[in-house]
């Protein structure tokens, strides 16, 4: 009996596009990503908070703003939560068009775990709303 052929994986990306035609990819430029990008952030920064989120945020050096998140154990304890949580966290801020070039950690509070998508949406929405007025008032 002959093996089945195995289709040929492609050598280039799969772009996920909306249906406006935008692409709709969390691009690596847009994370922090090592130690070094999240401390200048932890230490000298501004602060929005409510009761779901702490959102920490910096002026970066780029036009691009970048996102990164630190979702405890300790406050979210299932891994299907942590990952909802960075999940419409992510989503958010992709879709954010009018943030200026900042660097935003992200921390929810254990609120988050029993929170509604919708209303964790509206929640962040908010927080990017008061990041865009703090750094044009600046």
Request: proline share 5%; glycine share 2%.
């Amino acid at each position: 009996m002959a093996a089945a052929q195995q289709p040929q994986e492609s050598k280039t990306p799969h772009k996920r596009v909306a249906t406006d035609g935008a692409d709709c990819r969390f691009e690596r430029a847009s994370r922090l990503l090592t130690p070094a990008q999240f401390s200048p952030v932890f230490k000298n920064n501004f602060r929005s908070a409510d009761k779901f989120w702490t959102v920490l945020f910096k002026k970066n050096e780029s036009d691009q703003p970048r996102l990164g998140m630190a979702v405890a154990k300790k406050k979210i304890k299932r891994a299907v939560d942590r990952n909802r949580v960075k999940r419409i966290t992510r989503e958010s801020f992709r879709t954010q068009t009018n943030l200026p070039g900042v660097d935003v950690v992200v921390l929810p509070s254990a609120n988050c775990q029993s929170a509604g998508n919708s209303e964790l949406r509206a929640s962040l929405d908010k927080h990017w709303a008061r990041i865009t007025l703090k750094c044009a008032a600046r």
